[in-house]
């Protein structure tokens, strides 16, 4: 596979993690449980990272969040990160994010 098709597809799975909602990924309902009101602020996508392996990919991504704790005597709010994973496929043309998780094991450390 050329190096300016394999950067194409890179760009293409790029915008299609950034377009999804992330409350609809396990990775963000693993994040959504960790504070009583999780806003999600980016996810950072790795596109010199991503390996593409036929029509399948896999690649680093990390989640940026704000963990919200809401108080009567006020909400404590904390930016943090997560590391995590995407994997999908080709079909066709149309990237398909079959799985974004999120790593969280270092907020119960």
């Known amino acids: 596979m050329s190096t300016s098709k394999t950067d194409h597809m890179r760009r ?3 915008i299609a993690v950034r377009g999804l909602d ?3 990924t396990e990775g963000g309902n693993d ?3 960790l504070s009583n009101d999780t806003q999600f602020e980016s996810v950072e996508v790795f596109d010199d990272e ?3 392996s036929g029509r399948s990919f896999s690649g680093p991504i990390v989640w940026h969040v704000e963990l919200v704790y809401r108080d009567a005597d006020g909400d404590i709010r904390q ?3 997560f590391p995590g994973t995407v994997t999908g496929r ?3 043309e149309q990237v398909v994010i079959e799985h974004m998780t999120a790593d969280t094991r270092s ?3």
């Open 12 to 14: 293409a799975i790029a």
């Open 107 to 109: 907020f119960y450390q």
């Open 31 to 33: 994040l959504s449980v």
């Open 22 to 24: 992330p409350r609809e």
């Open 50 to 52: 991503i390996s593409i």
């Open 90 to 92: 080709f079909d066709g």
């Open 79 to 81: 930016s943090d990160s």
